[in-house]
């Protein structure tokens, strides 16, 4: 890790990621990132929402905290 960045949370909870942060991780504009608590820590990655059953990336609805797919949207119903 090389020299930690600081920054301040806006007015509306917005903070700027560095632009060398975002190299490192490979984020670009519009990415998806999730953002976690861990220990009093957030932990912001790069990532993708993906169904919480199958895995898929194509999630299309989210069910209290769980993502589901078209896929197993249909699998549900048909139970
Ligand atoms: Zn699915």
Redo the contacts with the bound molecule.
């Keep these: 890790m090389g020299k930690g960045n600081k920054g301040k949370i806006d007015s509306l909870g917005r903070v700027v990621i560095p632009k060398s942060i975002r190299n490192a991780l490979g984020i670009n504009h519009n990415d998806e990132i999730s953002m976690t608590v861990e220990n009093n820590t957030l932990l912001i990655s790069k990532g993708y929402k993906n169904?919480?059953?199958?895995?898929?990336k194509t999630v299309s609805t989210q069910v209290r905290d769980k993502l589901?797919?078209d896929?197993?949207?249909s699998d549900i119903k048909s139970l």
């Design positions: 169904c919480s059953i199958c895995n898929s589901l797919c896929s197993c949207i």
